[in-house]
Structure formats: C-alpha cells, structure tokens
C-alpha cells in the first residue's frame, strides 16, 4: 500500500497563543522574549509573529536587536508552561487522526508545536483523502483552540515534513508520489530536511546548490566527501527516498521539585515531610495536565554538596500521590541507611509522562 505521511506544525506559535489571549496585540508586531534576566531585553528571541518578521526579526536575535528593527513591536517574555498545555491538547487531537497502531509508531511529536501522523491505513493510500484529513485537523485545531497551522502530505516523513513548510502560515501542502521532484528538485539544498549549515556550505562548495543538483550527483563522491552512509543518506533525500519509521517518544519530558531542609538533617521523619511537600507539588503539576507517570527519582544533596540520585520505574504508569510517596520514601529510607552525612536538599521527580486515562492508582488494576 503506498504509504501516507501527515506532519503539522503550528504557526508562530508562542506568538499566536499570545494573540490569542490578548485581541490586543492583533495586527501589531509581536515578540516573544526569552530573557535571560540580567535587564530588560537582555534575552534572546523566542519566536514573532508574521508581522514581525516583516521587520526582519527572526527566531535566536537577541531581542535588543529584534527592538532596534521595530522599536513599536510588542515584547513579551516566554511562558512555557502555559505553550505546553496548548501543545499538550493539540497533540491529543493530532493523535486521534493518526493510524491505530499499536508500537508507538504511527504518531510522533517532534517538538513543542509539531508531529508526525501516519495515515496510511486511514487513507488506504489515498492523498485526496489524506488532504481532506488535513483539512479537518485545520478546522478542528482552529475550532478548539483558535490557532492556525500548516499541514503537509507525503509519502514520507521526509517529504511531510517539508511540505509543511512550504505555505506557511495556514497552509497546506499534498505532495503526491508523482509530484516529488517538481516539489523538491527546485529547492536549495539547504532546504532539504537534515541538512545543516556546515553540509550545505560542502556541498556548494562541490558545485551542488539545488537539490535536483544533488540528485544528479555522483553517489561515490559524495560518499567520498561525506562517509558512507551520510553519502548515500544525501543521495537518497535529494531522490525523496525516506523510509524511516514514526517514533513514539519515550516522554523525555520530567516534573519535579526540589527544596533546602529547614537544617542538614538525617532525621526521617523531618526529610520525609518535607518530600511529602514536594511531592504534592508535581501531583498538582500533573493533574493539571493530566499526565501520569512511570518512573520516580529521588535526588539527596548532603551538606558536603555531595548529589545522591536513584530511581525507580513502576509497572504502570500512575497518577497517585500515595504511589510516589511511598516510592520517594523507599528510596530516601535505602539513601538514609546508606548515609551518615547529614542531608541538605531533597528533591522528588517524575518521568515516563503520559496523558492519564483516569486510573488514579496502582490498585485499580
Ligand atoms: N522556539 C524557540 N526558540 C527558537 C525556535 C523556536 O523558543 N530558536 C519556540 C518558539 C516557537 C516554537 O518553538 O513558537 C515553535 O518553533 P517553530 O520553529 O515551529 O516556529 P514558530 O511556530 O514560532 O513559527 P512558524 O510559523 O515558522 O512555524
Ligand atoms: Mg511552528
Ligand atoms: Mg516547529
């Protein structure tokens, strides 16, 4: 069956939630700092709006330089977690349009504001369906949560991904198997997904500036100037060959808190209420995001400012706070039976993150 692959990603996007919330800022440049602290506009840039760029300002330029080419522009400083709970809910509705599949591998989030969906299965191979699928992602996207993104089709993640891009914002682009070398051929190589700063220079430098240049190229030289697989690798994309998998990830993401004992201490029950704190602290943080969680790490500082870090992972992934209290304290009572050194800090995390489906406890199942 010929193989469908749908990549989205959003459009300006911590720039756009900040429209979103404020109908303010529509129309005005708008800026989205990450300020590093030290004053006003010490940081750099996050990311813009299209009205934005249309002064230049791009994402990484330190923002007293993005103030210099639009001294009206609008400056806002980043506010993470508020981005990942509208990512956290976009994803939920990508994953709904993506392919059952059961090994993780029909959806993947490649970022805080876009994913893979295989649809091959959905679409039967079919990209007039696939384009209509698109579309209804658009709308519901657009419907939920008042934003826009751009959508691209292909027979790989290679082609999607870079057919997302090419209409951008609120765009959508269906790059049909037969279509892939008008779609990528015209294209600077730079252009092509994977290729760096570094390897575009090379390869100009060997006379290859568009990716049909590339395509024409003899593979032996650029395994030559490349290596082996990076060779063939080059050969291959400029073709629109791509065949690697969608990869669920493994939640990479952690929450946790960490906090100074009132003294250095070794005295249990002082360290454990303070971890009873701390715990109830990331409980809080995941309901409100509905996320579960697999694996719990401890971390001891002692007052020599020693760092103690043990984990444990669960067979399920849970929502509990009992579990990870009684999880923290088994670790924290191995680190106190294996320590003299009074304690300075303590600090209790969570990792393996997924959206909860209800179950609030271990003995649920
Ligand atoms: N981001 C960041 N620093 C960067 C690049 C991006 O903090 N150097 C953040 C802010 C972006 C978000 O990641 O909103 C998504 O990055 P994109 O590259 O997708 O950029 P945008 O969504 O902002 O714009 P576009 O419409 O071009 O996708
Ligand atoms: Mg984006
Ligand atoms: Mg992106």
């Not at 609008?74 to 392919?99: G, Q, W």
């Not at 999607?160 to 914002?169: D, F, I, L, N, T």
């Amino acid at each position: 069956m010929q193989r469908v692959v749908l990549h989205m990603d959003m459009d300006y996007f911590y720039a756009a939630i900040e429209e979103r919330e404020n109908p303010k800022l529509r129309g005005k440049a708008v800026v989205v700092c990450m300020l590093s602290g030290r004053n006003e506009l010490s940081g750099s840039v996050s990311t813009c709006n299209y009205v934005a760029r249309e002064f230049g300002i791009r994402s990484g330029m330190p923002c007293s330089r993005a103030k210099k080419l639009n001294p009206e522009a609008v400056f806002l400083p980043v506010r993470k977690e508020f981005y990942t709970s509208v990512s956290d809910r976009i994803m939920e509705i990508l994953r709904s349009y993506a392919d059952p599949g059961e090994n993780g591998d029909s959806f993947e989030q490649i970022s805080v504001d876009e994913a893979f969906l295989e649809i091959s299965e959905r679409t039967g191979g079919d990209f007039n369906l696939a384009f209509e699928i698109g579309m209804q992602i658009k709308r519901e996207i657009k419907e939920k949560e008042n934003l826009t993104c751009s959508v691209g089709i292909g027979p790989n993640k290679l082609i999607a991904k870079m057919a997302s891009s090419a209409k951008k914002p609120d765009g959508m682009t269906v790059v049909n198997p037969q279509d892939l070398e008008a779609f990528l051929w015209p294209l600077k190589v730079s252009k092509l997904w994977g290729i760096g700063d570094v390897t575009a220079r090379r390869l100009q430098e060997m006379g290859i500036f568009t990716v049909k240049d590339l395509a024409e190229h003899d593979v032996i030289g650029l395994i030559s100037t490349f290596g082996k697989s990076r060779g063939t690798w080059l050969k291959q994309a400029a073709a629109g060959i791509d065949d690697s998998p969608l990869k669920e990830r493994g939640g990479s993401e952690q929450i946790g808190r960490i906090a100074t004992l009132p003294e250095d201490t070794l005295d249990k029950e002082l360290i454990s209420s303070l971890l009873e704190r701390l715990a109830g602290d990331v409980i809080e943080k995941l309901d409100s995001r509905e996320l579960s969680f697999r694996i719990v790490t401890v971390t001891v500082i002692n007052s020599n400012f020693r760092m103690y870090t043990r984990s444990r992972t669960l067979t399920h992934p849970v929502s509990s706070k009992e579990v990870l209290l009684r999880v923290a304290r088994e670790i924290l009572g191995e680190f106190l039976s294996e320590n003299r050194t009074e304690f300075r800090r303590v600090g209790v995390r969570v990792g393996g993150l997924q959206k909860s489906k209800g179950q609030k406890s271990l003995f649920d199942y």
